[in-house]
Antibody, heavy 116, light 107 residues
Framework: QVKLQQSGAELVKPGASVKLSCKTS????????MSWFKQIPGQSIEWIGMIYAGDGGTGYNQKFKGKATLTVDTSSSTAYMDLSSLTTEDSAVYFC?????????WGPGTMVTVSS | DIQMTQSPASLSASLGETVTIECLAS??????LAWYQQKPGKSPQLLIYDASSLQDGVPSRFSGSESGTQYSLEINSLQSEDAATYFCQQHHDYPYTFGAGTKLELK
């Protein structure tokens, strides 16, 4: 069955960077899209961007350009998202989800807390 | 960006009732709309895609419809496990955008 496993919670200092992972199984990762999302608890969901694992091609929400960088490792069927120059406004839960337009399988989320 | 105006923000209903949640798109999204259910501390679960297609494994009491730029999610015969927050999402144009959410409480 399709599974998306995300890395554990992160506590990072302002100005730092963090790399989140999303390890997949149960489907053909190398021919699939992966999207990433941000959700502040109690609020709605924002689409950050997506990556096609076949060639690493990406598309980003303009709001997150320069903040998020998406990559994949097809040898381990894992997607990554780098978040840079973190501020308190980046504190949120970050989800990965399969597909590039609507999203049928989601990871459990990674909580990122930015605090000094 | 396409704005998705979702209503109501919250509603309370009894077991067995039928409820409707609506999303109004700021422009034509050509039926490219999905609905998700999210429970506290969990990730969203896809219910409906392409406005009215039921995702595999989702109970048939969930249904989606459209009228122009207005999209609706109907939940029939409410069950206790339907208590959750529901979000719409347009998948017509970048950036994909979500509604603000509707919190459904069971009386």
């Amino acid at each position: 069955q399709v599974k998306l496993q995300q890395s554990g919670a992160e506590l990072v200092k302002p100005g730092a960077s963090v790399k989140l992972s999303c390890k997949t199984s149960g489907y053909t990762f190398s021919t699939s899209y992966m999207s990433w999302f941000k959700q502040i608890p109690g609020q709605s969901i924002e689409w950050i961007g997506m990556i096609y694992a076949g060639d690493g091609g990406t598309g980003y929400n303009q709001k997150f350009k320069g903040k998020a960088t998406l990559t994949v490792d097809t040898s381990s069927s894992t997607a990554y998202m780098d978040l840079s120059s973190l501020t308190t406004e980046d504190s949120a839960v970050y989800f990965c989800a399969r597909k590039g337009w609507y999203f049928d399988f989601w990871g459990p989320g990674t909580m990122v807390t930015v605090s000094s | 960006d396409i704005q998705m105006t979702q209503s109501p923000a919250s509603l309370s209903a009894s077991l067995g009732e039928t409820v409707t949640i609506e999303c109004l798109a700021s422009e034509d999204i050509y039926s490219n709309l999905a609905w998700y259910q999210q429970k506290p501390g969990k990730s969203p679960q896809l219910l409906i895609y392409d406005a009215s297609s039921l995702q595999d494994g989702v109970p048939s009491r969930f249904s989606g419809s459209e009228s122009g730029t207005q999209y609706s999610l109907e939940i029939n015969s409410l069950q206790s496990e339907d208590a959750a927050t529901y979000f719409c999402q347009q998948h017509h144009d970048y950036p994909y955008t979500f509604g603000a959410g509707t919190k459904l409480e069971l009386k």
